[in-house]
């Protein structure tokens, strides 16, 4: 089992930058690939980034091709994303998970979820 807790949210100007952090816990992190995912207002959960376990694969929403990045650093137990030139409509919670499946950007295949960070951008 893994226990997740996002931080490194906040009120950003469109065209900022934030970089957020998720620390795990527990000793098999780094069996675990792992996602971010966000959910703005009245909407439905939506795939950001993911990093398999090896980081050998990171796919990315269209949305945030080019402008956020996700890392992982096993040795802390820590996954990563930062967000460059972001815009209003990036305005959600962020949620990071854990999953051992290979389908990276479907929610409903991943196990352990975060309480969730608030990322705002202000036009």
């Known amino acids: 089992q893994v226990q997740l807790v996002e931080s490194g949210g906040g009120l950003v100007q469109a065209g900022g930058y934030l970089r957020l952090s998720c620390a795990a816990s527990g000793r098999t992190f780094s069996s675990y690939n792992m996602g971010w995912f966000r959910q703005p207002q009245g909407k439905e959960r939506q795939f950001v980034a993911a990093?398999?376990?090896?980081?050998?694969?990171?796919p990315y929403a269209d949305s945030v091709k080019g402008r956020f990045t996700i890392s992982r650093d096993n040795a802390k137990n820590t996954v990563y994303l930062q967000m460059n030139s972001l815009k209003p409509e990036d305005t959600a919670v962020y949620y990071c998970a854990a999953t051992f499946d290979y389908r990276l950007t479907m929610p409903s295949k991943y196990n352990y979820w975060g309480q969730g960070t608030q990322v705002t951008v202000s036009s």
């Open positions: 990093i398999a376990w090896n980081g050998g694969n990171t």
